[in-house]
């Protein structure tokens, strides 16, 4: 129903200030651009010029304790009431439970939206690396659809994995071309074709697989343009690739919530700088933890993290060297029996280092 102030009319005229009194069960069945038409002679197709915003950088958010689900999820509801270009949908996790995958504009997007909800909404949460949907095809013939890295079938039941691609356009200035160019081709991205519009700016098509993107693919766009390169995508199909899984291990126990699916070509090479990564943010123990990176039962990355070490023998002066191998015997001990019923936790940047390890 329209009511303008003060009048009392069914239709609004140009420069007019309305207001529409209707009944949602969800704030996200309307969007910014959406068409609002009569239920007795309602249009055939929405007005042109308007487009849903698209995110480009892709997040798990899980609360700490799985009693605050329910809150996390009335926080987002009611965070996407002013920010219409946060999007989330549920997701489980088998180590976290359940959370919500959420798509951002960038990064620094992903930081803000995260602060609020802890901070506005009093949450705890535990944010974890993106992922895409995968088909994955096993040697029974049935064709999966792979959402969670730790649902991922056994390496001898897959028959072929499929992934997802997305035709990528770029606008940027012709100065950053080589340097874009190079990026894409990183991220294993194929060019489609490359138009100038002017001297000075030109659009670069290119087929990139989503996996690539939805990473930091946004932020080292904007830093290698300086802010003056946009982009735009929509997906296009799905493609066989040679992918596998990538496990972090924790002193020899898997943390799911790290685990990524990346290609083989490059998994060797993630894996190394993202132990490196966790090995700079994982806070030391009074014994030494190991950081590892696998590929099934292969060990393709190692780190570790040193132990504190307390100087048992400083209140020796002297004496019979008997003594002092006696401490240290006794403190090896302690710290051998300490790391068998240890308990290594995990930050929360260390859950962030998977978006911005360097390639």
């Known amino acids: 129903m329209f009511a303008p102030f003060g009048q009392n009319l069914e239709q609004l005229d140009a420069g007019e200030v309305g207001f529409i009194i209707c009944g949602m069960k969800d704030i996200r069945d309307v969007k910014v651009g959406d ?8 249009a055939t197709e929405p007005l042109p010029g308007f487009q849903k915003i698209k995110p480009m950088v892709f997040s798990g958010i899980f609360p700490v304790e799985a009693q605050e689900f329910e809150d996390l999820k009335v926080a987002l509801e009611k965070l996407a009431l002013n920010d219409s270009s946060l999007a989330w949908e549920q997701e489980t996790s088998a180590a976290l439970g359940f959370g919500f995958r959420c798509g951002f504009l960038g990064l620094l997007h992903m930081e803000i939206v995260r602060e609020r909800l802890e901070r506005e909404f009093n949450l705890n949460l535990i944010t974890t690396a993106p992922t895409v949907v995968y088909k994955v095809t096993t040697t029974d013939g049935v064709m999966e659809e792979l959402e969670n890295p730790a649902d991922m079938p056994e390496v001898t039941k897959i028959l072929k994995m499929e992934e997802p691609y997305v035709k990528l356009a770029l606008h940027t200035p012709t100065d950053y071309i080589g340097a874009l160019l190079k990026l894409c081709e990183d991220r294993r991205g194929t060019q489609i074709k490359m138009e100038y519009i002017t001297e000075s700016k030109v659009i670069i098509e290119y087929r990139l697989p989503l996996n690539e993107m939805v990473m930091d693919f946004y932020d080292k766009l904007k830093s290698i343009s ?17 992918l596998v899984k990538l496990d972090i291990l924790i002193n020899g126990e898997p943390v799911d919530a790290l685990s990524i699916i990346a290609h083989r070509s490059k998994v060797v090479h993630r894996g190394r700088a993202l132990t490196s990564k966790l090995k700079e943010l994982i806070p030391r123990q009074q014994y030494q933890v190991a950081i590892q990176a696998a ?5 393709v990355a190692r780190e570790t993290l040193g132990a504190l070490r307390k100087d048992v023998t400083a209140k020796c002066y002297g004496g019979d060297i008997s003594r002092k191998r006696k401490l240290l015997e006794k403190q090896k001990e302690g710290k051998k029996r300490m790391k068998s019923v240890g308990h290594v936790e995990v930050p929360q940047e260390a859950f962030l280092a998977i978006l911005k390890v360097e390639d």
């Open 35 to 42: 068409t609002i038409t009569s239920a007795k002679k309602s």
């Open 226 to 242: 300086k802010g003056y390169a946009s982009m735009e995508y929509e997906l296009m199909d799905f493609a066989e690739a040679d």
């Open 295 to 299: 590929i099934g039962a292969k060990i």
